[in-house]
């Protein structure tokens, strides 16, 4: 591969912390690590003397070349970036006409020559791949401003191979403007070649890192600006440092900036008007029950990173609802399942893109085990059989003490963590 110099903008920063990975050991997540066009990003195991323990990130600085790619490869923010370079992008473009325009990367030897119908052409100060979903969205002012990405220099660079993720976010941004009544306003040159020019030619050229807003200007963009959660620091919610850490708090639920970004953008959409929309390449998933299969473990709820799944009992029953706005499509629900009860839909109600409500997949009744007393559901449990756990079942009898609540729940975990 040829050297490539790194980009603008600050070194890469990594939340391990939040990798799907440290969440569950068979969540089996490489979407950073396939992403990375330098191979700066490995997966290697948290503890060197357990290598069959999980797989983490870890970020070789040297090798990276701040593309950017990684901060929305990873669908739970491990990877993150001060000040990155798309903010003064946005305020760049938001600067100027509502005309079509092109987006050039910092590596395309002539991007102000261009074939595609444009009024302009701004330059980005590193590779088009850095662009997100919400980006896209944010950029053509949600459907309104005819983006074209010009990919066309990609052949001749050193990171060129990720150009399908250009192409497949430009396609899913146009996918989610569609349910919402808005035109496909996303394009790539290579893909769509009859629609350009016959012959390049010149256009204005904009830096993308030189909004030169004025106060009025600067203070609006400001206001644009979708500010990174601030961690919780509230003490009695941090984990225990002396103890076993409860399992509440060794798998805590967070909603990732991105996703908080991408659901505030929809809304702005206003009111989809496709009843139901296909999913295959979005961020989302339909994720769906077996109610006869549902032992009522939780396990799907626990390990939710975003509690998209949400689990509620009392003495005689229980319910499983779900948040597809809230969903980022880990799988990570159907890994921890012990009942293989888990399966996803392909089609998802548009409508539940924007809604902020949960819709319930399962309820039923719940009874004791017969091996452990922890109540469980019934399920497709055979008349006149005594119902067990899933852990009792795997073992022969009772995991720990009858009616041990957090020394069953550890027992379930040791087979899953």
Known sequence: ?????????????????????????????????????????????????????????????????????????????????????????????????????????????????????????????????????SHLIDLSHNGQRELWLDDTS?????????????????????????????????????????????????????????????????????GKVTQPAKPNTDPSSQPSTSGPVPVSQRLPHHLPASRQRLRQQLAHLGEPVEESLEIAGLP??????????????????????????HFVANAESFGISFKAATCLDCGICAVACPEDAISFGLQLPATTLVANKADWLVVGNLTPCAGCGELIALGDNEAGTQPLCYSCRQSGGPMQPLKDTAGLMADLLKKTL
Request: with cysteine.
């Open 284 to 309: 989302f998933a339909n994720v769906k029950i077996d109610a006869k299969a549902c032992s009522a473990c939780h396990l799907c709820a626990r390990f939710c990173p975003t509690e998209a799944l």
């Open 1 to 133: 591969m040829l050297a490539l110099a790194p980009f603008e903008g600050q070194s890469v920063s990594l939340q391990v912390e939040q990798c799907l990975n440290g969440r569950h050991k068979e969540a089996g997540c490489r979407r950073c690590a396939d992403a990375c066009p330098t191979q700066a990003i490995m997966l290697y195991p948290q503890n060197e003397r357990s290598p069959h323990g999980p797989l983490l990130p870890q970020l070789n600085v040297e090798a990276c070349v701040r593309c950017g790619l990684c901060l929305h490869a990873c669908p739970t923010d491990v990877f993150s970036q001060s000040n990155p370079p798309e903010v003064k992008l946005a305020q760049t473009i938001s600067n100027l006409p509502d005309a079509p325009l092109a987006l050039a990367c910092s590596q395309h030897p002539d991007p102000a020559m261009t074939t595609a119908p444009v009024a302009a052409v701004v330059r980005h100060q590193r590779c088009l791949a850095s662009l997100s979903l």
């Open 154 to 222: 990609c052949a001749e660079c050193p990171i060129g191979h990720v150009q399908p993720f250009i192409v497949q976010t430009a396609a899913a941004a146009n996918r989610l403007l569609q349910a919402f009544d808005r035109s496909s306003a996303i394009h790539t040159l290579l893909s769509q070649p009859e629609l350009l020019a016959a012959e390049t030619s010149p256009k204005p050229l904009f830096e993308g890192n030189q909004p030169k807003l004025s106060r009025r200007g600067l203070f609006s963009a400001l």
